[in-house]
């Protein structure tokens, strides 16, 4: 819920120095940036709502020629309920609202309760009550007055301008551009992108930062003690947007927030089962530091792997018969297979406290491929060469979560009745490989018992 009041800070920031806005969103205290009405009543909401002791209540701000304000307000306290999971809250004032104001608060409630609940965008678009058909009916884009434009509309427009961004920091962006109540626009889509990256931290992309750090921590608790409220009000919106939302957002996880291509890459991981505790635990993945330097963070439905601000690759989960599977792996391009492998173990391990002995041995054998490195089809130069029949062995050794352990000492049990040249061929491999190496040749035996394996000892 703070991601309104940031946005509403934002909004006057943009309007008195371009520079900053884009640097950092808001100054680093945020004190010289005012509280517009929205801000206030979003505090009293919060005062009255999180505080075992409200410190502070004022009645709306009456508006003068803008209507739109009042209304605004209103929606501050629905931006609390949608936190509180509760459609009335104490002390709320007595709006007078209609049909339109109806809607804007249900849309308000239902879509940050499922953004906050791991929902992605489209299905929070497509799963609120008539959201999707009067969002295609209303004419939001195209309303250009300055007065009374309509709480739908600004609801609207503040829903785009986090559609079509990928973090905090560019919703707001998108947001000040629209015409109208700046302060409005922004603090609904700053509520909306709080919800699923959530705000804490602004991290911008390259061409902002002229030689600064791409990132700034908002330092705003000193606002409600400054406007007169208790002064550890912020820290508890903060504390209780934490404690309500279902995963570690985005904006927490400090990673590139530049372009990337991905690349899908063979799922060797797709036979590994987690229990619905278990994948909890996964999307609540902690903080890196110096005990876990492997992340995991949630965003539009997507699973990210990141380390110290370099993010590794990405990947989805499943439910299938009360059980949760991985699916859709793929590269960021930063890092090479195998280091997304080893991510994913560490990150499942330290950060969640998720052990999988198989997962373990799966990420045994990818440290030993030579040829096999997360293609989904053989490359296409080895495909009919000696080099392709390793690779595919390789391949199906990861997916079959085959004990390397084991078979390791079978191997070399096996490798002590060798004699001669065939002594002298096996040894040139470690035992690890060799278990690899007579797995392949028992493959390749089952096709083709006839022809000779000669060339086995090529790997």
């Known amino acids: 819920m703070v991601g309104a009041l940031v946005g509403d ?26 509280l517009s009405a929205y801000s206030k009543a979003l505090l009293n909401a919060a005062s ?42 104490n002390a709320m004032p007595s709006f007078v609202t209609g ?54 509309t600004y609801i609207f427009r503040a829903w785009d301008s986090f559609y079509r961004a990928f973090d905090f920091t560019s919703t707001i962006h998108n947001a000040v551009k629209w015409p109208g109540d700046k302060h409005l626009t922004a603090a609904i889509a700053g ?25 700034h921590r908002f330092n705003i608790n000193v606002i409600s003690e400054n406007n007169g409220y208790h002064h550890a009000l912020v820290m508890e919106m903060f504390n209780h947007s934490k404690n309500a939302r279902t995963f570690y957002p985005k904006n927490n996880a400090l990673t590139n927030v530049e372009l990337h291509t991905w ?27 110096w005990d876990c330097r492997y992340g995991l963070y949630l965003d ?21 018969e009360e059980q949760w599977f991985i699916i859709n792996p793929q590269l960021s391009g930063e890092m090479p ?10 990150a499942l391990y330290e950060g969640c406290r998720v052990m999988k002995p198989e997962m373990n041995n799966t990420l ?16 296409q130069q080895w495909k009919h060469e000696i080099n392709g029949n390793f690779w595919y062995g390789e391949m199906m050794f990861c997916k079959g979560h085959m004990n390397l352990q084991k078979m390791t000492g079978e191997a070399e049990d096996i490798r002590k009745n060798y004699r001669g040249e065939k002594l002298l061929a096996a040894m040139k491999y470690k035992p690890e490989q060799f278990a690899i190496l007579l797995y392949i040749e028992n493959l390749y035996a089952k096709w083709h018992p006839y022809d000779s394996l000669d060339w086995i000892y090529c790997y």
Not at 10 to 33: C, I, K, P
Not at 127 to 152: A, M, R, V, Y
Not at 272 to 284: A, G, P, R, V, Y
Not at 337 to 346: E, H, Q, V, W
């Open 337 to 346: 297979f195998k280091s997304f492998c080893i991510a994913i173990g560490n």
């Open 99 to 152: 049909k339109q104001e109806f809607y804007a608060g249900r849309f308000v409630r239902q879509l940050i309760r499922s953004l906050r609940n791991g929902a992605t965008k489209s299905e929070a678009y497509y799963s609120t009550f008539s959201f999707e058909d009067l969002s295609k009916t209303w004419k939001w884009k195209t309303e250009k007055s300055e007065e009374n434009i309509g709480i739908l």
């Open 263 to 289: 690349l899908p890459v063979m799922n060797i991981f797709e036979n590994i089962s987690f229990s619905d505790e278990e994948h909890k635990s996964i999307l609540l993945s902690a903080p890196t530091g």
């Open 191 to 215: 509520a909306f992108a709080d919800a699923m990256y959530g705000c804490e931290i602004s991290y911008i992309k390259k061409k902002y930062a002229k030689g600064s750090e791409p990132y």
């Open 9 to 34: 800070l934002a909004a006057w920031t943009y309007e008195h120095d371009r520079d900053l806005f884009f640097r950092q969103l808001v100054a680093d205290d945020g004190v010289d940036a005012q």
């Open 364 to 379: 045994q054998v990818v440290e030993q491929c030579k040829y096999f490195n997360g293609e989904t089809d053989v490359p």
């Open 48 to 89: 009255y709502n999180l505080l075992i002791c409200p410190w502070i209540h004022v009645e709306p701000e009456m508006p003068t020629t803008n209507k739109d304000c009042y209304v605004g307000q209103w929606v501050m306290w629905q931006i609390v309920a949608a936190w509180k999971d509760r459609s009335e809250l």
């Open 300 to 320: 539009d439905g997507w699973i990210y792997i990141y380390r110290s601000h370099v993010l590794i690759g990405r990947f989805q989960m499943q439910k299938l």
